[in-house]
């Protein structure tokens, strides 16, 4: 099987970002995309009756929408565009009593209770998958960087992969889940993994093995199409890019921003690293596994692995470290303002730890972390 990868270029930049839609005055979640999405499309008046919204999409569950941008040259084009398209959202949402939120899940809303979208895909995936695809009211940020050649794609998987520990404390969100917390930053993060199909990627030495992998899960009947693989980080050959799918939801353009560009000048120094003769490190599967299970429960306080040789840093430490590296290759991206906004997470907190702060707060009332979201989404 011939899997062909888009021709792109390198280091471009898109940003997917899956909101939920909750009641202004219960904070529970709604499930009116199909409304809202239809009376966006009556307002992009270029749309035919059969189109979709370009920046606007439907998602698994009724009570989401996805918003995401074009292919953008910086970080700040892309803020702007889910900026943009988040104030349409809005203005067909403020009149419905409908809020938007976002974060790695929802606090309280019971899973089996959310309505799916009326699509086959969705509905296979889920007689498929059981109680596990039913508990899927999870939200992320996924963020695409264009590769200039296929050779790359696969080695920058690896290397985003050696980042997920990072990715995962940063935007830590979903510690509440059906009402409980669950002692977990990102109760998402694990959850998400028991799709037969997700997760860590597996570790392939050349795209041909690739498109074996592939073929194999077509010929057995485990996917119908490739985007069924939702690996955390993976190519997306029909658009040349590799897509790093690991962070929770944020509520802050801010925060998407520091990890859209985190991701960036990852991207491009590996892909500099490549065209100088360079390899990527592969952290061996055992450490890879070891390392989301850390992030995923302790977040901001993982004491994570660094290498194969089993050096270990505090997560925040490191990044600080990566910071500093990867100072130029931003300044050449031109999204310098958006990584020191990785710093800022680090000493303002991650989401999992704002939740916890306001539902202390409010002797425990989840409602009133849901309010403190949707203030947060209010700034962006």
């Not at 059981?130 to 960087?145: C, D, F, L, R």
């Not at 890019?241 to 985190?262: F, K």
């Not at 991650?350 to 209010?378: C, F, P, T």
């Amino acid at each position: 099987m011939q899997i062909d990868f888009a021709s792109s270029r390198q280091s471009t930049l898109g940003v997917e970002w899956e909101v939920a839609l909750v009641d202004r005055h219960t904070s529970d979640l709604r499930s009116v995309a199909e409304e809202v999405l239809a009376e966006l499309n009556l307002r992009h008046g270029s749309l035919a009756i059969d189109e979709e919204h370009p920046h606007v999409k439907q998602e698994l569950l009724l009570n989401t929408v996805e918003i995401v941008t074009g292919v953008c040259e910086t970080v700040a084009q892309a803020k702007a565009q889910l900026h943009e398209n988040l104030v349409a959202v809005r203005e067909v949402t403020d009149p419905m009593d409908v809020d938007l939120y976002c974060a790695g899940s929802h606090p309280f809303a019971p899973p089996k209770l959310q309505p799916v979208t009326d699509k086959d895909r969705y509905a296979k995936m889920i007689d498929r998958t059981q109680w596990w695809g039913q508990q899927m009211v999870i939200y992320g940020v996924h963020v695409h960087v264009g590769l200039d050649s296929r050779a790359k794609a696969l080695p920058i998987v690896d290397g985003l992969i050696n980042y997920q520990a990072h990715f995962q404390a940063l935007s830590a969100s979903s510690p509440f889940w059906g009402g409980e917390d669950t002692g977990y930053a990102s109760h998402r993060a694990l959850m998400f993994q028991q799709l037969p199909t997700a997760g860590i990627p597996y570790h392939f030495p050349s795209w041909d093995q690739y498109e074996s992998y592939v073929a194999d899960m077509l010929h057995t009947g485990v996917i119908d199409d490739i985007s069924e693989i939702r690996w955390d980080v993976r190519p997306v050959p029909r658009f040349g890019t590799v897509e790093m799918r690991i962070s929770d939801g944020l509520s802050s353009l801010q925060d998407i921003g520091a990890i859209a560009a985190l991701t960036q000048c990852l991207v491009d120094d590996m892909s500099t690293t490549l065209d100088n003769g360079g390899t990527i490190p592969v952290m061996p599967p055992w450490y890879r596994v070891e390392n989301k299970w850390r992030a995923a429960r302790y977040g901001m306080e993982a004491i994570i692995i660094l290498n194969a040789a089993g050096d270990e840093m505090l997560v925040t430490e490191h990044l600080l470290l990566e910071l500093v590296r990867l100072a130029p290759v931003a300044e050449k991206l031109g999204c310098s303002a958006e990584l020191a906004d990785v710093e800022r997470i680090i000493k303002g907190g991650a989401g999992y730890q704002w939740q916890h702060k306001i539902a202390s707060a409010h002797n425990g009332n989840l409602r009133e972390v849901v309010k403190d979201n949707v203030r947060r989404m209010h700034l962006a």
